[in-house]
């Protein structure tokens, strides 16, 4: 399966909200998908004006792949019932949501890229608070409704924050989901099973991932074995094209 990932990863906000370990989560997390042989698009510290390069590129790209990931570490809230996905540019809490839609990937920014795209597979992965800031509202993230096609995974539970350290060099959240990655072939589904296994152990509880699924095709995570030719039991001119011409001896030898 031909598939796309977008990876952004966010440390440097303003004072007071910086984060440690979203650059090296989406660092380690692209090299693992570069080994998948995803084709990987990494962002750092992405301000205002990556936001529009970002989701046109995406949208331009997804038409020509089977599946998309769509990777965040960074802040994450809700304000109004808007799910929005902070740029290092943003003020939080944002003064409205006015203000969080010029700062912000925005959650229905990726739902109308896959709307636009039904036959894909989707699925995003964020490693983000839900902390809300909207008036008179109880959850960090409103009600999620996927796309079809589509498998939206979160770090943590409704109102709650995201540990960004514990895990060696990562967050809770992204150490886990790296360590259950290194699996040879695991089916989505199972992956964040045992993603939340980890974090509930790891956190004493206090961390429990959340995911929003409306699949109708399988995806499994695994690394492309490549050929060792050097193995193979065949003499190495029988693989080199230079050597297979019509009057050589290995031709013939077919031929017959």
């Known amino acids: 399966m031909k598939t796309l990932a977008i990876i952004i990863g966010n440390n440097n906000y303003f004072k007071g909200n910086e984060l440690t370990n979203g650059e090296n989560d989406a660092n380690q997390i692209a090299g693992i998908f570069k080994d998948y042989n995803y084709e990987v698009k990494l962002y750092l510290n992405i301000d205002q004006k990556n936001i529009v390069e970002i989701l046109q590129e995406y949208s331009d790209l997804?038409?020509?792949?089977d599946a998309s990931i769509f990777y965040f570490a960074g802040h994450g809230?809700?304000?109004?019932?808007?799910?929005?996905?902070?740029?290092?540019?943003?003020?939080?809490?944002?003064?409205?949501?006015?203000v969080a839609k010029q700062n912000c990937i925005t959650l229905n920014d990726l739902f109308d890229i896959y709307r636009q795209n039904p036959t894909k597979l989707n699925i995003v992965?964020?490693?983000?608070?839900r902390r809300s800031f909207g008036r008179g509202t109880a959850l960090g993230f409103s009600p999620i409704i996927a796309p079809k096609g589509s498998l939206i995974a979160f770090s943590t539970s409704p109102n709650e924050?995201?540990?960004?350290?514990g895990?060696?060099?990562?967050?809770?959240?992204?150490g886990s989901l790296i360590k259950h990655l290194s699996s040879e072939r695991i089916a989505?589904?199972?992956?964040?099973?045992?993603?939340?296994?980890?974090?509930?152990?790891?956190?004493?509880?206090?961390?429990?991932?959340?995911?929003?699924t409306s699949l109708i095709g399988d995806f499994y995570f695994y690394k492309?074995?490549?050929?060792?030719?050097l193995s193979l039991p065949y003499n190495p001119n029988v693989l080199k094209?230079?050597?297979y011409y019509e009057d050589s001896e290995f031709y013939k030898k077919l031929k017959n």
Request: aromatic share 12%; with cysteine.
């Open 167 to 174: 895990y060696e060099n990562n967050s809770i959240y992204t």
């Open 241 to 243: 094209d230079e050597n």
């Open 125 to 129: 992965i964020l490693d983000a608070c």
């Open 224 to 229: 492309h074995q490549k050929l060792n030719i």
């Open 77 to 98: 809230f809700e304000v109004d019932g808007e799910n929005f996905l902070a740029s290092i540019d943003s003020q939080i809490p944002p003064e409205n949501k006015y």
């Open 188 to 212: 989505v589904e199972d992956l964040f099973k045992s993603v939340r296994k980890t974090v509930f152990a790891l956190s004493g509880g206090r961390q429990t991932t959340w995911e929003h």
């Open 62 to 65: 997804l038409k020509d792949f």
């Open 161 to 165: 924050g995201a540990l960004d350290v």
